[in-house]
């Protein structure tokens, strides 16, 4: 998938280029919201407004918050929305906390999620890019593995193995937050 942030609107890609524009690498732990002006500007918006054909408006908003490591606000919202986009968010929070045993749990609710199928075609073609990160993905994506890598790769900062896992996270969360925020088909 080629992201493109201007497909959900010249809202989200103009916030989304506070930093970035949706290619930015969060970090795999303890980040810090990265922009104030982002932080402003999604506290004034309502998901439905900002994202009205979106499939999944809040779960949406809920990335866009933790695209900007605003772990709090992404929080107070994924854990609001009951449904598999709710606890995807939910997990990747919880994982970057970390809080990998809390992560684990919400994959779990997770379930089989349409993302999955096109996260492990890009994450194994990024792996393949990466042959010393020892991180294998096999045809059916697996967060529980993906959780461990993670906490193994922030434990090496700088190592392939830190790259490959910041890159799936970010292939992860484009994925996930285009399922969210295009219109149902």
Known sequence: MLFDAGRYGEEVASILALDGGGFRLMPLAEGRCSSEAARERLRKVSARVLLPQARAPEAALSGLWLYFSCLEESHALSQQIPTAEGSFWHGIMHRQEPDPSNAAYW?????????????????????????????????????????????????????????????IQRAEWQLLFDYCASPAK
């Open 107 to 167: 994959f779990r609710r997770v379930g089989a999620h349409p993302v999955f199928v096109p996260l492990a075609e890009q994450a194994a073609t990024l792996a393949s890019q990466f042959p010393n990160a020892s991180f294998s993905v096999n045809a059916r994506w697996d967060p529980f593995r993906f959780i461990d890598f993670c906490e193994q790769a922030r434990r090496h900062p700088g190592s392939a193995a830190e790259q490959l896992a910041l890159q």
